[in-house]
């Protein structure tokens, strides 16, 4: 990846890797500040559907329900508005039941949505607001109260705040343990895609600042970040207006409401309002990379802190000369996902470019030249690879594969339906059989059997039920045996087509074959006669005479016939 050095820690907002589950999804909005409202345009033209996304509606949406933006607005503005009548001895009861609200909505009640609560508990709400926010715990709804109440900022609740602010108490190896808790990507290689922006600000702009805010934890973790310029990515960023299909309560309210909200791993989708008015300056409007970089840490896995200094932090803050990353950010990606595989994490002194115009753009000309999606498997991780007769490869990604040729040309990303109806996405396992001609799929405890795109009578069926294991890591065809070989961690099982089975006394240790590890992700035998076995970024190189491994590197760099042209000119990111 080419890399802008950042400066590393930061003001703002926060998600920790506390209790959220990994596949929950949650999401995070950034409440702003009343202001005017600007005319704004967006890049291309609105979508379909609901959701008026530029260039494309947002893939996947789906309804998060909760505490969301919809009542965002007139909550705001009420707030705004008993600052002027702070000065008097008590809050007024329309003041304090607004106020009430804001605390139901931020997660300070024990039980939501249970109407007025007793003075004692609104008291002991305000002190636990207070607290979060570094005010004076007087437990009274006084003029700063009210003040940080109407700042912009994060709407998720602060609940996991207040748990991670008991945690510094904490001895630091059971800290590590408790904050590891939350949702997080299952590998290092993560893709982004910029489906679209505001008309307004220059595309190499807009996605010098993306790359920068995703670099900004590339740079402190083992993460490693690629941006796929169409079709597939694991995080998708996306410019709505109001209603998006995330639920009402989520809708964009136009300037000055949400600004952005995001989802926990692995929904993998950041949502910004492109009715604000976005910069990519330390002046006037929102600025993207701040924003950007904050949702990109909840997509990530990360929940707020109650660091008051952390880009994580509940509250959104401008973009500082001397921005870097603050040490609770740090602390929180890396126990997520590591610290660089190359050392120390960096932490640079000096400051953040505040005019992105100013910072060296020519990746930009090279990245023209670059091709988007042929080879996007190249720099991310596949589900299953195999090959056909021809010696053609079939490689797999969601809902998409791609079919390189013998000479290495990778073709662009296709969909699975067409050419397998009813196929579903995120296969485990994949297998094309030399004997029959067909293709075998697998997928927790079923399997798909297709004759060409024809799907074979009696198929899809419960495979698990036959003695085959769930969730396979590889399937191959085995020419020496004349059947398919599926591989489930330290084991292999041998499996006959007619009638599909497992062969008696399977199965066996993976040791048999000397020198695989387990866990691989897909394996092809090669027209040499080597049957190449890969997982993440490694391939392994199996001799089917000597029965063991003979050599073993990085894929994408060293075996040409993946198709991986740009990572032969040095531009792959493993």
């Not at 600052?83 to 605390?103: D, I, K, N, S, Y």
């Amino acid at each position: 990846m080419h890399g802008i050095i950042l400066p590393v820690a930061a003001p703002g907002w926060v998600t920790r890797g506390g209790s959220q589950s990994r596949d929950s999804p949650r999401r995070s909005v950034l409440l702003a500040e009343p202001g005017p409202r600007p005319g704004l345009g967006l890049g291309p033209p609105p979508g379909p559907g609901r959701g008026e996304a530029a260039g494309a509606a947002a893939p996947g949406a789906e309804r998060s329900g909760g505490r969301g933006a919809g009542m965002a607005g007139p909550l705001r503005a009420a707030l705004a508005l008993g600052l002027l009548a702070a000065a008097r001895p008590a809050p007024a009861a329309g003041q304090r039941r607004q106020a009430e609200l804001f605390l139901e909505k931020y997660g300070y009640f024990s039980e939501q949505g249970a109407g007025t609560h007793s003075p004692a508990e609104f008291t002991e709400a305000l002190r636990d607001f207070q607290r979060v926010t570094h005010l004076p715990l007087s437990g009274v709804l006084d003029a700063p109260t009210l003040h940080q109440m109407a700042l912009p900022r994060c709407g998720t609740d602060d609940g996991k705040s207040r748990a991670a602010g008991a945690r510094r108490a904490l001895p630091a190896r059971r800290r590590r343990r408790t904050a590891q808790h939350g949702g997080r990507w299952y590998k290092r290689h993560l893709t982004y895609r910029v489906v679209n922006w505001p008309s307004y600000l220059p595309q190499h702009e807009v996605r010098l600042a993306v790359r920068a805010a995703f670099e900004l934890w590339s740079n402190v973790s083992s993460l490693v970040f690629w941006e796929a310029r169409d079709g597939p990515a694991d995080i998708r960023l996306t410019f709505f207006h109001g209603d998006h299909n995330d639920g009402l309560n989520n809708a964009f309210d136009g300037p000055g409401g949400a600004l952005a909200h995001a989802f926990f791993p692995r929904r993998g989708e950041a949502h910004f309002d492109s009715a604000e008015r976005w910069s990519l300056h330390s002046g006037k409007g929102r600025n993207l990379f701040i924003v950007v970089a904050h949702e990109v840490g909840h997509t990530l896995g990360l929940e707020h802190s109650p660091v008051k200094s952390a880009l994580m932090s509940p509250y959104y803050k401008k973009l500082s000369k001397d921005f870097v990353l603050s040490w609770d950010d740090i602390l929180a990606i890396q126990n997520l996902y590591g610290k660089p595989s190359k050392g120390l994490a960096i932490q640079l002194p000096g400051k953040v470019f505040t005019h992105f115009q100013d910072w060296n753009t020519d990746f930009y000309d090279r990245d023209r030249q670059q091709r988007s999606l042929s080879t996007y498997y190249c720099h991310s991780f596949f589900d299953a690879i195999t090959a056909d007769g021809d010696h053609n490869l079939y490689i797999f990604k969601g809902s998409h594969y791609w079919v390189v040729s013998a000479s290495g040309n990778a073709s662009d990303p296709r969909p699975l339906q067409p050419r397998w109806p009813g196929l579903p996405a995120g296969i485990d396992a994949c297998a094309w059989s030399q004997l029959s001609g067909k293709f075998y799929f697998f997928k927790g405890g079923r399997c798909w059997c297709y004759a060409g795109s024809k799907l074979e009578a009696g198929f899809p069926r419960k495979c698990s039920a036959l003695g085959l294991p769930r969730h396979p890591d590889t399937a191959l065809y085995f020419q020496q045996l004349r059947r398919l070989v599926l591989f489930k961690g330290p084991k292999y099982f041998v499996v006959s087509e007619e009638p599909l089975g497992v062969e008696p006394y399977y199965p066996r240790s993976l040791r048999d074959w000397a020198g695989l590890p387990p866990g691989t992700a897909g394996a092809v035998p090669h027209r040499h006669g080597s049957v190449y076995f890969f997982r993440d970024d490694q391939y392994w190189e199996f001799d089917q005479a000597k029965l063991q491994v003979v050599a073993t590197g990085k894929w994408a760099t060293q075996l040409a016939w993946m198709g991986c042209w740009d990572a032969n000119n040095e531009q792959v990111l493993f």
